[in-house]
């Protein structure tokens, strides 16, 4: 009997993104499209100046401008190379943009519409064409023409502000979450505008801030402070809960997290840790009596002996076994070899000719039953595909040859 052929789960087969952004928001975004079944077209500048495609990895990959910043959100995109500042650059630009459905930048606001390919620019011989504009600030305010990167945001955002440890002060989070925040709400507003435009064709404009990206992320502590005045941050490592019997303590090797928010769960590490000492305190939370400072340090300084008397993986074993949250405290190397990451959808395999070796790079983090997604195409080398993608709008080889010639276009093929 022949076996079943999984399905291809794809739902933005036959939608085409142009994509001018640059750096990671912008890219990882139309990564995520990508993933999904649309057909991306990263048009990228003739100066090569985007520094992610010389980020990371090996010199040989580097050299290559397949960094591993780039290969990591890259992949399966087809890349054209256009000096937008010509007015031929511009001109082919609109040709492309008859047959897309978006439109993905992350220029500074203005950028764009001086180069005569913003949205009012785009909706003129696209009319029902979906424009999203990616950046710092926003369009508008007393900071929108700032310039931003993910570690700027942090700090001015309130973030860096709640993280760290009181004596060492604010400390930015350890991979750019701002630029990835950011990029997966301008997928939320792609989809969303796709989905409209099946009831109403008219031109949509979408206006995607990191900062407010952000912000919308962190109700729960906004709130608290308009209602209390109360602001949160610096707590180390102590839980969202506030439980004194959540934290991360360290063992004989190494450090593990511990979240017992629940009294239930305060009860349960009690009898697993043999602190039966602790059990009052724990019937006072029931109680629902406070704890007070002292009590919550009292807490802290027994579980912190228990802890350091053992090792890492043991207590995420036994706290494990006793329905309590804890985990040892891993580097990615670590977590990326660990077997519940094989068991999940999140890496998917990647050719990379250029420097003929695989690597394995993060895809989409959910699956859908039954069904598989698409095999991943190499990553392009810049303008790989700028001759396929002239030749596709109309353009002879010989008027894409003059435009290689006078500069207007380049492609890494010849």
């Given at each position: 009997?022949?076996?079943?052929?999984?399905?291809?789960?794809?739902?933005?087969?036959?939608?085409?993104?142009?994509?001018?952004?640059?750096?990671?928001?912008?890219?990882?975004?139309?990564?995520?499209?990508?993933?999904?079944?649309?057909?991306?077209?990263r048009v990228e500048r003739?100066?090569?100046?985007?520094?992610?495609?010389?980020?990371?990895?090996?010199?040989?990959?580097?050299?290559?401008?397949?960094?591993?910043?780039?290969?990591?959100?890259?992949?399966?995109?087809?890349?054209?190379?256009?000096?937008?500042?010509?007015?031929?650059?511009?001109?082919?630009?609109?040709?492309?943009?008859?047959?897309?459905?978006?439109?993905?930048?992350?220029?500074?606001?203005?950028?764009?519409?001086?180069?005569?390919?913003?949205?009012?620019?785009?909706?003129?011989?696209?009319?029902?064409?979906?424009?999203?504009?990616?950046?710092?600030?926003?369009?508008?305010?007393?900071?929108?023409?700032?310039?931003?990167?993910?570690?700027?945001?942090?700090?001015?955002?309130?973030?860096?502000?709640?993280?760290?440890?009181?004596?060492?002060?604010?400390?930015?989070?350890?991979?750019?979450?701002?630029?990835?925040?950011?990029?997966?709400?301008?997928?939320?507003?792609?989809?969303?505008?796709?989905?409209?435009?099946?009831?109403?064709?008219?031109?949509?404009?979408?206006?995607?801030?990191?900062?407010?990206?952000?912000?919308?992320?962190?109700?729960?502590?906004?709130?608290?402070?308009?209602?209390?005045?109360?602001?949160?941050?610096?707590?180390?490592?102590?839980?969202?809960?506030?439980?004194?019997?959540?934290?991360?303590?360290?063992?004989?090797?190494?450090?593990?997290?511990?979240?017992?928010?629940?009294?239930?769960?305060?009860?349960?590490?009690?009898?697993?840790?043999?602190?039966?000492?602790?059990?009052?305190?724990?019937?006072?939370?029931?109680?629902?009596?406070?704890?007070?400072?002292?009590?919550?340090?009292?807490?802290?300084?027994?579980?912190?002996?228990?802890?350091?008397?053992?090792?890492?993986?043991?207590?995420?074993?036994?706290?494990?076994e006793a329905q309590v949250?804890?985990?040892?405290?891993?580097?990615?190397?670590?977590?990326?070899?660990?077997?519940?990451?094989?068991?999940?959808?999140?890496?998917?395999?990647?050719?990379?000719?250029?420097?003929?070796?695989?690597?394995?790079?993060?895809?989409?983090a959910f699956e859908s039953?039954?069904?598989?997604?698409?095999?991943?195409?190499?990553?392009?080398?810049?303008?790989?595909?700028?001759?396929?993608?002239?030749?596709?709008?109309?353009?002879?080889?010989?008027?894409?040859?003059?435009?290689?010639?006078?500069?207007?276009?380049?492609?890494?093929?010849?």
């Amino acid at each position: 009997m022949q076996a079943q052929q999984t399905k291809t789960f794809a739902p933005l087969n036959g939608i085409r993104v142009l994509d001018i952004s640059h750096v990671l928001a912008g890219p990882f975004a139309t990564y995520q499209l990508g993933l999904l079944g649309a057909d991306v077209i990263r048009v990228e500048r003739i100066a090569g100046d985007d520094f992610v495609r010389y980020h990371g990895g090996t010199e040989a990959m580097k050299s290559a401008g397949l960094g591993a910043s780039f290969l990591s959100q890259n992949a399966s995109k087809k890349s054209i190379c256009l000096d937008l500042k010509s007015d031929q650059g511009k001109e082919l630009f609109l040709r492309l943009a008859t047959g897309a459905d978006v439109i993905m930048e992350n220029f500074r606001p203005g950028v764009v519409d001086r180069l005569g390919v913003g949205f009012d620019a785009i909706k003129a011989v696209k009319p029902d064409i979906i424009y999203c504009s990616l950046s710092g600030y926003g369009q508008r305010g007393p900071l929108a023409g700032a310039p931003a990167y993910d570690h700027i945001l942090q700090g001015i955002s309130g973030m860096m502000a709640m993280t760290g440890e009181p004596a060492g002060g604010p400390m930015r989070v350890g991979f750019p979450v701002v630029d990835y925040i950011a990029g997966q709400a301008a997928v939320n507003a792609i989809l969303a505008a796709l989905m409209q435009r099946n009831q109403d064709s008219s031109p949509r404009h979408l206006e995607i801030s990191m900062l407010g990206s952000l912000i919308s992320l962190m109700g729960a502590y906004s709130v608290d402070w308009e209602t209390t005045g109360h602001l949160r941050g610096l707590e180390g490592n102590k839980a969202f809960s506030g439980s004194p019997f959540s934290d991360c303590f360290q063992t004989s090797d190494g450090l593990v997290v511990v979240t017992a928010n629940t009294i239930a769960q305060a009860y349960a590490i009690c009898a697993c840790l043999n602190a039966q000492n602790l059990v009052p305190l724990v019937d006072h939370m029931a109680a629902g009596k406070k704890l007070t400072e002292a009590e919550s340090a009292t807490i802290s300084e027994d579980l912190r002996k228990r802890f350091a008397a053992s090792g890492s993986m043991e207590m995420e074993q036994r706290l494990t076994e006793a329905q309590v949250p804890a985990a040892k405290v891993r580097d990615l190397g670590e977590i990326l070899q660990h077997p519940q990451t094989a068991a999940l959808p999140v890496m998917r395999n990647l050719n990379v000719p250029e420097l003929d070796r695989q690597i394995t790079v993060p895809a989409l983090a959910f699956e859908s039953k039954g069904e598989g997604f698409e095999e991943l195409k190499p990553a392009p080398t810049m303008g790989r595909d700028t001759i396929g993608i002239l030749m596709e709008a109309g353009y002879t080889r010989s008027e894409v040859d003059g435009f290689l010639k006078s500069g207007v276009a380049y492609s890494d093929q010849g």
